[in-house]
């Protein structure tokens, strides 16, 4: 046994350090899913007994006009929140100076994505709110329209993207700010010297240098978009009348929530969502694989 | 010896009497919902009583978060449950008894005398002939309104709804919204169809409409939403209602910005906090639509269960008692501001809104539960959702009632 451990010591020994993380991972998320796909095949109410319904769920959702809504909401919220990652970028170089007290500046800067969703959505629909809401006042003496954006069913998704781009915007700032940290001072000294400046200089020398930070901002604001349950359910509780709906909140609606006794059709529509993610997730690990096996 | 052998004794007697002690006290597990103070604290007075009465029975109760506990309770039930919980009656509670989550307490209700004295809510406790729990409260529903808006606009209370109407042309020339609301939770719009459909087409027509029996594309279901359009099309309505809470707008009717709330008797303590007061303001029952209809309220009910998975279903059994007696909750709900669910129980005479409430659901026709508890709770959503879409675009009416009635053919 101990010879066997002997010889084979290099390939076992990181199978064994990885099993621990593994099994977790396998109890706690892979197995999960396929039970998820199980359920969305039944007609169970959560308390009862499952009954087995084949691909009817699938069929409800197809003409489920709130589903589509939903649909539509996501891939709202996945273009826009794009819009992250360059502001992110221009506030990392911004902060990136050698001025007193930059750290504390940065400090403020990165203060949004540390608090907790719940407390970002309140702010932002008081602020939102009709009446005595800062932004609401802001556009009534703009234009003298009183709009309230989180009732209007025009504006609620961008008025929710809004409030989640805050922390977001953060949280790729630290990305790049470390990414910035890494640029080789001697490319960009070169690149002065050959006459290169502002934009020429970000766009050439500063943002190839930037790419794996650019990677991982890009799947950190992808995951974000399509997961925003929390804001939609604390602003606007998918209102008003359904327009602000997102798959993950529809998915809570459907199965868990006050009204909400079909696990199955929640867990139909948890499949989907899935099977979107899983379009990015196979993109992002054939990237990474790619660049692994180039190495 | 002899010294050894006393004291032997001593100490088994001493032994034996702790034993008793412990083996007396038995523990009675409450889980609740009532956070809101009020509430809150007529529930610690009533376990206190219970405890004087019963004193080997130590109840333990555990308080969820309001909104939390309507989630929560569907993990207890089924993952430790406790002896006593907090629900609702009528459809609310319906997904459960169908699990087989709540015990027939039919028992309780048949040994006590209940099917007299708690009458009037019997029906919506019932499901398939037996009773799944007891009802300890219900609150009337009505309009209130502020007494100065109407002084200031020269307008009487009105008592049919063409004079409701012509009171909110009044009130909407004086800059007044002639009915407030809040639509971000969806409750409280349902509150005004229910009032409107009882008014508009009768009770036994509102009941059959939420058990899914008539078509939500019926002509008399569109007559009821003819009659809101009313209220709607001419923007008597506060703007903006699907963004504020309801006590926010219960804020516009204490500042004197709205003239009527159509709300259940619980915002009387918020009203009052704002800083009316009994002469400020007003309480009438919802005027009359269609001429002839018998009057019909909605009163919905609060109630405690067992839940199927009980340990100490005994002293469960005679906590329901205890609740469902007279004195009991004359005491809770003085204490809660509700009515009491028990005929013989009395009621504070120094509230008017109370008595007047009384009143009007002793004498009234019949006692609707309230939308999101008499229809089955995928159409009290997708319901609830049409409404507040119709308050804010009434010219979809349509398209809101196709897709209810979508909706109805694949829940019943």
Known sequence: ?295 | MVHLHKGALALMAGLLMTGSAFAQTRTLVFNTDTTDPAPKAAFEALIADFEAANPDVDVVVNNFDHEGYKTAIRNFLTADSPDLANWYAGNRMAPFVAAGQFQDVSDVWESNGLSESLASAKASMTIDGKQWGVPYTYYQWGIYFNKDVYKAAGVDVPTTWDQFIANCAKFKEMGVDCLTTRSKALWPVAGIFDYMNLRTNGYEFHMDLTAGKVEWTDPRVRATFAEWAKLVDPGYITANHAAIDWQDAAALLVQGKAANYVMGNFAVATFKDGGMTNDTLGFMPFPEITPGIPRAEDAPTDTIHIPAGAKNVADAKLFLAFVASKDVQTKLNGALGQLPTNKDAAVDANDPFLVQGFDMLSSAYALAQFFDRDAPAEMAKAGMEGFQEFMVKPDRLDTILERLEKVRQRVY
């Open chain 1, 1 to 295: 046994m101990s010879a066997f451990w002997k010889r084979n010591q290099r390939s076992l020994a990181p199978w064994l350090f990885l099993a621990p993380g593994m099994a977790m991972f396998a109890l706690y998320v892979v197995i999960p899913i396929f039970q998820s796909m199980a359920i969305s095949f039944y007609d169970w109410d959560g308390l009862g007994d499952a009954q087995w319904i084949g691909t009817a769920n699938y069929v409800e959702l197809i003409d489920d006009e709130a589903f589509y809504t939903s649909l539509k909401n996501n891939v709202i919220w996945l273009l826009l929140y794009m819009l992250a990652l360059p502001a992110g970028l221009m506030i990392a170089i911004f902060l990136n100076q050698n001025v007193r007290g930059m750290r504390a500046y940065k400090s403020l800067f990165f203060f949004p994505f540390v608090i907790s969703q719940v407390v970002v959505g309140l702010m932002f629909s008081w602020f939102y709110a009709p009446d005595f809401g800062l932004f609401y006042k802001l556009i009534e003496w703009a234009t003298g329209a009183q709009i309230a954006i989180l009732a209007d069913e025009r504006f609620v998704t961008y008025g929710i993207i809004v409030a989640g781009l805050w922390p977001q915007i953060a949280y790729v700032m630290i990305l790049y700010l470390t990414g910035l940290n890494n640029v080789a001072p001697d490319q960009v000294e070169a690149a002065r010297l050959d006459g290169a400046r502002g934009w020429r200089m970000l766009w050439y020398v500063i943002l190839p240098q930037l790419r794996p930070a650019t990677f991982i901002a890009v799947v950190v604001t992808v995951i974000g978009a399509l997961r925003s349950f929390d804001l939609v359910s604390i602003m606007t509780d998918g209102g008003p009348y359904g327009t602000s709906r997102v798959l993950s909140f529809y998915m809570y609606e459907k199965a868990l929530s006050e009204y909400g006794y079909r696990m199955g059709y929640g867990a139909a529509i948890a499949v989907v969502l899935f099977a979107i993610m899983m379009i990015f997730i196979s993109g992002f690990i054939w990237k990474m694989w790619r660049d692994e096996t180039e190495r």
